[in-house]
Every structure is written in structure tokens, then in C-alpha cells.
């Protein structure tokens, strides 16, 4: 079994609500150390069931502290409870300091890459393309 870890973490959805969730999964960190990540890896990848797409640089996956104190999670529980389908079960991308739409739902393949992905579908005039937010949950 993998470690795991429950943090509560900022969802923001882009111009609309916001919550503090408390999220339970394994870090991503965990992963990517087991399978090694080469010399050269410029970002991770997450796909979705649904199409979606969302990747994440390894510069803002390296950081040894988030903003916040807060790691990226697969989390596989939100507030002790099993994640329910609409919020991503089996497994759903918790990126501290980014946008919900940041947050991959129903993650089928993970893939880390040498070169700039482009994120599908392409966001809307206007929200940042690398989802960060800076305002403090």
C-alpha cells in the first residue's frame, strides 16, 4: 500500500465559488519517486475519462513547500468520505494554488514528458493558462 495524507485545500473554481475541502490521497511525489522521473522531464500529465486533460510543470512540482504547506494529491477521499463519482472517483488531481479546472477528475493515465503539453480543451480568453491563483485560502 502507498502512504497516503489528508490535507484541506482551496477549490476555486474560476470566478465563481470557493471551498475549503479536506482531501485524503496519495502524494503525487510518492508516486513519481517510484517510478523515476528522467533528467530532462519538463511536465506531468493527467488525463481524464471525460477528455480532460491538465498538466502541471515540474518546476511547480518540485517545490519543496507549496505556498501553503500543501502537497498535490491523488486523492481517493474528500471530507472522510469515499470521492463520489461527480467529484472524480476513483481518482481526482488536488494541485494546491491552482484553479479547479487545474484539478483532473477521473484520472485514467498519468504521463510524464520532455516538452510543453497543451492542455485540452484550450481554457478561455482570460484564466491562466498555468491556473495559479495568489490569494490565501
Given at each position: 500500500a502507498k502512504p497516503n495524507i489528508t490535507e484541506v485545500v482551496l477549490l476555486?473554481?474560476?470566478?465563481?465559488?470557493r471551498a475549503l475541502?479536506?482531501?485524503?490521497?496519495?502524494?503525487?511525489r510518492v508516486i513519481l519517486d517510484e517510478v523515476g522521473v528522467?533528467?530532462?522531464?519538463?511536465?506531468?500529465?493527467?488525463?481524464?475519462?471525460?477528455?480532460?486533460?491538465?498538466?502541471?510543470?515540474?518546476?511547480?512540482?518540485?517545490r519543496k513547500n507549496y505556498k501553503y504547506g500543501r502537497e498535490v494529491i491523488l486523492a481517493?477521499?474528500?471530507?472522510g468520505e469515499t470521492l463520489p463519482f461527480e467529484?472524480?472517483?476513483p481518482l481526482r488531481l488536488v494541485a494546491?494554488?491552482?484553479?479547479?479546472?487545474?484539478?483532473?477528475?477521473?484520472?485514467?493515465?498519468?504521463?510524464v514528458v520532455n516538452y510543453t503539453y497543451q492542455d485540452y480543451p484550450p481554457l478561455p480568453p482570460g484564466q491562466p493558462s498555468e491556473g495559479d491563483f495568489e490569494e490565501a485560502p
Amino acid at each position: 500500500a502507498k502512504p497516503n495524507i489528508t490535507e484541506v485545500v482551496l477549490l476555486w473554481c474560476y470566478a465563481a465559488n470557493r471551498a475549503l475541502i479536506e482531501w485524503t490521497g496519495v502524494p503525487l511525489r510518492v508516486i513519481l519517486d517510484e517510478v523515476g522521473v528522467k533528467p530532462g522531464a519538463k511536465e506531468v500529465v493527467f488525463y481524464g475519462i471525460d477528455g480532460w486533460t491538465r498538466s502541471l510543470t515540474m518546476e511547480y512540482l518540485s517545490r519543496k513547500n507549496y505556498k501553503y504547506g500543501r502537497e498535490v494529491i491523488l486523492a481517493y477521499n474528500m471530507c472522510g468520505e469515499t470521492l463520489p463519482f461527480e467529484r472524480g472517483y476513483p481518482l481526482r488531481l488536488v494541485a494546491p494554488d491552482k484553479y479547479g479546472y487545474m484539478w483532473v477528475r477521473w484520472i485514467v493515465r498519468i504521463e510524464v514528458v520532455n516538452y510543453t503539453y497543451q492542455d485540452y480543451p484550450p481554457l478561455p480568453p482570460g484564466q491562466p493558462s498555468e491556473g495559479d491563483f495568489e490569494e490565501a485560502p
